[in-house]
């Protein structure tokens, strides 16, 4: 049962347009959201992060945008350039106990930025 | 400050030998998680300590999985015997305790380990 779903297994953009990739939920426990990029051979690195209580939350380039209603996040890369280029997991948390935050990742999608 | 580090980078087993891994979070972060990636899917929690307890092991695949964290610091996730489906990149996260609102889980670059 896959609770989050990246549909998207690859995306190519050109650079300095905008990149966008999306990310689907089931759950509607899940309160918090984040994004992480992951490059060859290391560990996700944490990008962005969203509360259920906002529809949006900026830093930088990047802005990720959450539907509650339709279970929907996105994540915009503004001007997107060669160094966006990795894997981007979408990944979601529900409440629990103080502390406790088990993440449940989507599938991944892999950005190309093309100069 | 340094980031959450573990050891081996890279392991390779045969079948049915043990194998620890490491994992040093941040300093001074409550919260260690461990997750698994396995043949490029997404990436599963396994479990979560709070200090030296065990806060959620849910994600545990079965009892040749035994993970700890004696002190409160590091971690070690031991597997015994090891089998051909362990084989993957094991993850170790921490964070700070979260008094209120929520925070992030930051990743060590992981361990891969191959079960021949």
């Known amino acids: 049962d896959q609770q989050v779903k990246q549909n998207s297994p690859s995306l190519s953009v050109q650079e300095g347009r905008i990149s966008i990739l999306n990310c689907d939920y089931t759950?509607?426990?899940?309160?918090?959201f984040l994004w992480y990029k992951k490059y060859p051979a290391e560990g996700p690195t944490f990008l962005i992060s969203?509360?259920?209580?906002?529809d949006k939350n900026e830093d930088g380039r990047f802005t990720v945008f959450l539907n509650k209603s339709a279970k929907h996040l996105s994540l915009h890369i503004v001007p997107s350039q060669p160094g966006d280029s990795a894997v981007y997991f979408c990944?979601?948390?529900?409440?629990?106990?103080?502390?406790?935050?088990?993440?449940?990742f989507g599938q991944g999608t892999r950005l190309t930025i093309n100069p | 400050e340094a980031g959450v580090t573990q050891f081996p980078s890279h392991s390779v087993i045969e079948k049915g030998q043990t194998v620890t891994l490491r994992c040093d979070p941040i300093?001074?972060?409550?919260?260690l998680y461990w997750y698994r990636r396995v043949m490029g899917k997404e990436i599963k929690f396994l479990l979560h300590?709070?200090?030296?307890?065990?806060?959620?092991e849910s994600g545990m695949p079965n009892n040749r999985f035994l993970a700890e964290r004696t002190g409160g610091t590091y971690s070690t996730l031991k597997v015994q015997p090891a089998e051909l489906e362990d084989s993957g990149v094991y993850f170790c996260?921490?964070?700070?305790?979260?008094?209120?609102?929520?925070?992030?889980?930051?990743f060590g670059p992981g361990t891969r380990l191959t079960v021949l």
């Open positions: 300590f709070v200090k030296e307890s065990k806060q959620d």
């Open positions: 969203i509360s259920s209580i906002k």
């Open positions: 996260a921490s964070s700070p305790r979260a008094d209120r609102g929520r925070i992030a889980q930051y």
């Open positions: 300093s001074g972060h409550d919260n």
């Open positions: 759950n509607s426990m899940f309160d918090y």
């Open positions: 990944a979601a948390s529900a409440v629990e106990t103080q502390g406790a935050q088990k993440l449940v």
